[in-house]
């Protein structure tokens, strides 16, 4: 759990906080965008390599290069006293948020029996809920007593302790010993894989672009506190927790994966519907729009990282992670730039949340090519 807390906290960070680094750094939104892109998009291009490097060095001494990564890339944004500083803490976060499905899920297959993978894998990916929902609730309120930048040094502090922890209280995870590892390791990998990827690309676009926005949204569209905004984001991360957790057990013993994924894209077009309605018909409803995005984008990650692990060899585990994460994060960091400069350009705030239903439909689409296509 604390692996995915680590590795992902930092786009939420920024998102909770942006209105504190568009007056201390003089930026915009479509800059905030930028930070979420730089994010994503470097964690894209390098999560097929770190994949191969779980199923190189294993998962804890991955887990702790994440962990240092993690910290430095805060302490830079905190520490940022112009716009390049935070972008290059964004570059070195995204290598971290790459390595942590990879790492985390060569742990689990490595260790965990595979009717028990369910649960263990919607407590994983719980973690980055549980980030996120600390991140609203708290770092707020922590630059509201001091200011933002502490806020971000606090993190970074606790991503060391973490590695600390992680050195001296977890073993190695043990390799399978196996003959034929290396050769189950560069075996191709089933189109499952790709869908996945397409999937999470799409579906990535949409919380990437909502993320990064909710909270700027629920301030200058609905009148909303920096700490009030931050609470409907830790609203909607706090209700993926459980739903990472409970989608995760429900879908261990699937017979196939795609409908578990179409439903939830259904659910996402819903929740943004919901959002995009709210400065019409009541501020409320922003709050049951992120119970939404809790329950469909910010979901739907525990039951791909399932299928992921299930339809390949748990030799290759990290490639097949790997790779269905990079659609994820790409699809993550295209989207906030152009959510931003829409909105800077003058653009309504709920046609862009109307574009982000139209992602989750296309979504939805993908896995009746996914189902067609494959037995799995």
């Avoid at 290069?65 to 805060?74: E, K, R, T, V």
Wanted: hydrophobic letters at 55%.
């Amino acid at each position: 759990m604390s692996i995915m807390a680590v590795g992902t906290v930092q786009p939420y960070a920024v998102a909770v906080l942006a209105s504190d680094l568009i007056e201390a750094l003089g930026i915009s939104r479509f800059q905030i965008g930028l930070l979420a892109m730089a994010n994503a998009l470097v964690g894209g291009l390098v999560s097929r390599p770190m994949g191969a490097v779980a199923d190189a060095i294993g998962g804890k001494r991955l887990s702790l290069i994440l962990f240092g990564l993690g910290a430095l890339g805060l302490a830079l944004i905190g520490g940022a006293t112009a716009f390049g500083f935070a972008v290059a803490g964004a570059v070195v976060s995204g290598v971290a948020s790459a390595s942590s499905n990879p790492a985390a899920n060569k742990l689990i297959t490595h260790l965990i029996a595979p009717d028990r993978r369910g649960i263990i894998t919607g407590l994983k990916q719980s973690g980055v809920q549980v980030g996120n929902s600390m991140s609203g609730a708290f770092l707020p309120a922590i630059a509201g007593m001091w200011n933002w930048r502490i806020a971000f040094f606090l993190v970074a502090a606790s991503a060391l302790g973490l590695l600390l922890f992680t050195l001296l209280a977890v073993e190695r995870d043990p390799g399978d010993g196996r003959p034929s590892r290396r050769q189950l390791s560069s075996d191709p990998l089933p189109v499952d894989v790709r869908w996945l990827a397409a999937y999470g690309f799409l579906m990535g676009a949409g919380i990437g672009a909502a993320g990064t926005f909710v909270p700027l949204f629920a301030q200058e569209a609905l009148g909303f506190t920096e700490q009030s905004a931050g609470f409907v984001a830790a609203t909607a991360a706090a209700t993926a927790v459980f739903a990472r957790i409970l989608f995760g057990r429900l879908t261990q013993s699937v017979d196939h994966f795609a409908p578990a994924h179409g439903a939830l894209a259904g659910a996402g077009i819903v929740a943004a519907a919901l959002i995009a309605l709210s400065p019409t018909v009541g501020a409320w409803m922003v709050w049951v729009g992120a119970i939404g995005l809790g329950l469909s984008f910010m979901a739907f990650n525990s039951v791909t990282n399932l299928a992921a692990m299930a339809v390949v060899h748990p030799g290759q585990a990290g490639r097949s992670t790997g790779l269905a994460q990079a659609g994820f994060l790409t699809g993550l960091g295209v989207s906030p730039p152009v959510f931003g400069w829409f909105i800077d350009g003058g653009g309504s705030y709920p046609v862009a949340f109307l574009a982000i239903c139209g992602l989750a439909a296309l979504a939805a689409l993908s896995t009746v090519g996914w189902f067609r296509t494959s037995a799995v």
